[in-house]
């Protein structure tokens, strides 16, 4: 193919990678091990309404009753929601929205690649704000960098992908104060922190867009069902370029099954999830050269003394988990919290090869 055929700003692309895996025990994606359709009260609600789904008819563009149900879920209006095929496509969706080419997008880093590389497609460039020692965020440098460029996007991930840190509220919401353009709040693994949504400030800010995704705590990631929570103005504007029937009617109904026994999942779901990660925590950090960051998610960020033979070490034991390019993110594996026999299985490689690494055998 003639690469001229691209647009410009494509031409350096290296296809996204997804490797195929060969291991056993996937734990690279922050994906949940818990399948919606083992709940009998799910999988009952799902089949009446997949029954009465015609294929042969469009899915509602607008995703009347998920989009009720997702804002009862978040207590707000069914008018400041919108529905998109996974957090993936409501990125996308905003980019899209806002960015022109040669615009700013600004972003903590490291984060979630896909912001900028959905910016990079439309010409505009990224600024990123390095994390201070520790994957901490630096807060003042971030603000400083707002009041400047005044980007016409600012993203900020919380709890952050790939770091796991949380922001205190109060910070998120002094650079929705200093942005005088758009702030997006990514918190897709929100129902790991326990800690409090930035949607419940929602009536404040004519200037914020929060992301939540049914992929993480609701093990949904296969349906792709994401959604925007933002003031009415900002839902219309972003229902402008959002495909007409982006979300099947399948996604839809199993994301309504899904919704209304909500509080029922997280409890069976979450919890174990929560102690599986204090306990790897625990066992990598009492481990020599390894640091398991504080993570407020479903994963945890591990930095070892030499990545790639851990890599390979978990693979032999037919775990795969990812690791990194990024110079930042060098010797740093970020390991999903899945079960605790997993995560079980996972301290035992690491400290072998930790012993290992230390000369014992
Ligand atoms: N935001 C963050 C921070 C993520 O890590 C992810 C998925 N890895 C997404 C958004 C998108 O998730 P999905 O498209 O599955 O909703």
Redesign the pocket.
């Known amino acids: 193919m003639n690469k001229e055929w691209l647009r410009r700003s494509i031409r350096s692309f290296e296809p996204y990678d997804v490797p195929e895996l060969k291991e056993k025990i996937i734990i690279n994606?922050?994906e949940s091990p818990y399948n919606v359709f083992d709940f009998a009260e799910v999988k009952a609600d799902f089949m009446a309404s997949f029954a009465e789904t015609p294929s042969f008819r469009y899915p509602d563009p607008f995703a009347k009753k998920l989009r009720a149900a997702l804002a009862d879920y978040v207590c707000c209006r069914p008018e400041e929601v919108l529905v998109g095929n996974?957090?993936?496509?409501i990125?996308s969706v905003i980019i899209n929205t806002f960015l022109d080419a040669d615009d700013t997008l600004l972003v903590h880093a490291p984060t979630?690649d896909?912001y900028s590389i959905d910016a990079q497609i439309v010409g505009a460039k990224t600024v990123c704000v390095n994390d201070l020692p520790g994957f901490k965020r630096d807060r003042e440098g971030l603000l400083q960098k707002v009041k400047e460029l005044q980007p016409k996007v600012t993203v900020i991930?919380n709890p952050n992908?790939p770091t796991g840190e949380l922001l205190p509220l109060s910070f998120v919401e002094e650079v929705v104060q200093a942005a005088q353009n758009i702030v997006v709040v990514?918190e897709?693994?929100l129902e790991f922190a326990g800690a409090e949504s930035i949607i419940g400030k929602l009536n404040k800010y004519d200037n914020l867009i929060v992301?939540r995704?049914l992929?993480k705590a609701f093990g949904m990631?296969g349906l792709?069902v994401?959604y925007a929570v933002a003031q009415k103005e900002l839902i219309e504007a972003l229902s402008l370029v959002k495909p007409v029937y982006n979300v099947s009617s399948i996604s839809q109904i199993a994301a309504l099954a899904v919704m209304k026994h909500s509080q029922m999942i997280l409890q069976h779901n979450v919890p174990p999830t929560l102690a599986a990660r204090q306990y790897l925590s625990e066992a990598l950090n009492a481990l020599p050269g390894v640091t398991a960051y504080p993570s407020a998610t479903n994963f945890l960020l591990a930095q070892v003394p030499d990545g790639a033979a851990y890599v390979k070490a978990l693979s032999e034991a037919d775990i795969s988990v990812r690791a990194y390019k990024a110079a930042a993110l060098k010797n740093c594996l970020r390991i999903t919290v899945t079960t605790m026999e997993v995560v079980k299985k996972v301290a035992e490689v690491f400290k072998k090869e930790a012993e290992y690494a230390q000369g014992g055998n």
């Open positions: 994606a922050n996974g957090g993936d496509e990125i979630f896909i991930c992908n990514d897709a693994y992301i995704t992929s990631a792709r994401g």
